[in-house]
């Protein structure tokens, strides 16, 4: 059974996201297909953390597919495809050592709780993930957010690209690309825009600079 964390959690994850989850479906198929997919070949083995309601993890063409989440009502939206791990990140994985290929994470390291359970968590994505294997992180930026970040309930640990690079050298990561802007804030309570839109957006990265309040950090485990 839930307990009290995940059964809050399933509420404000449902009131948030329900009215919209047609469209962030719709929005995930353009990201995936036209900037994501690059990173990883069809035979890889994948982990969404913080998977939601799987619109990346569902979308996404791979050989092994995994997705983590403590919201118990992840597991019904996911493929049969995807293998769920209902658990807390912080704690170990079920995975061997260097199983995976890549590690997904989008809007999800503002919801822990300090960076105590951040830096834990960041210790399972190394540890799981094979020498040359990736974690791609995405996540509001409280440098271009100002006080907006905290405008969700639950919005507990601030980042931005610069402070979760150096935590991600300090588990042994090498960073490849960052970003301090990637995409707007967020679609809770935004203009719908066309899917053409979006997919122009990806293309430009100019435009980023102009409406990304989001990071995008992809690291690389050498070893």
């Given at each position: 059974m839930p307990d009290e964390r995940q059964a809050e959690l399933a509420k404000v994850y449902g009131n948030r996201f329900d009215s919209v989850r047609d469209y962030r479906r719709r929005v995930w198929q353009v990201l995936v297909k036209n900037f994501f997919q690059r990173f990883l070949s069809e035979q890889a083995a994948v982990l969404d953390l913080g998977c939601g309601y799987g619109e990346f993890i569902n979308t996404v063409r791979a050989e092994s597919k995994f997705g983590m989440d403590l919201n118990p009502n992840s597991r019904a939206n996911l493929d049969a495809s995807v293998k769920f791990l209902e658990q807390d990140c912080s704690t170990k994985w079920p995975l061997a050592d260097g199983e995976l290929d890549l590690v997904f994470t989008s809007n999800f390291f503002e919801h822990l709780p300090d960076k105590t359970a951040l830096g834990r968590t960041l210790e399972q994505v190394f540890r799981c993930l094979k020498p040359g294997g990736r974690l791609i992180a995405m996540g509001p930026n409280i440098k271009f957010t100002g006080g907006r970040y905290w405008d969700f309930w639950d919005h507990y640990l601030p980042?931005?690209?610069?402070?979760?690079?150096?935590?991600?050298?300090?588990?042994?990561?090498?960073?490849?690309?960052?970003?301090?802007?990637?995409l707007p804030y967020t679609m809770v309570g935004a203009r719908q825009y066309p899917?053409?839109?979006?997919?122009?957006?990806?293309?430009?990265?100019?435009?980023?600079?102009?409406?990304?309040?989001?990071?995008?950090?992809?690291?690389r485990r050498a070893r």
């Open positions: 980042l931005t690209e610069t402070s979760l690079s150096e935590g991600l050298v300090v588990q042994g990561f090498e960073i490849e690309r960052c970003h301090p802007r990637f899917l053409w839109c979006l997919t122009l957006y990806l293309r430009l990265p100019w435009l980023w600079l102009l409406k990304g309040e989001q990071f995008l950090v992809i690291a």
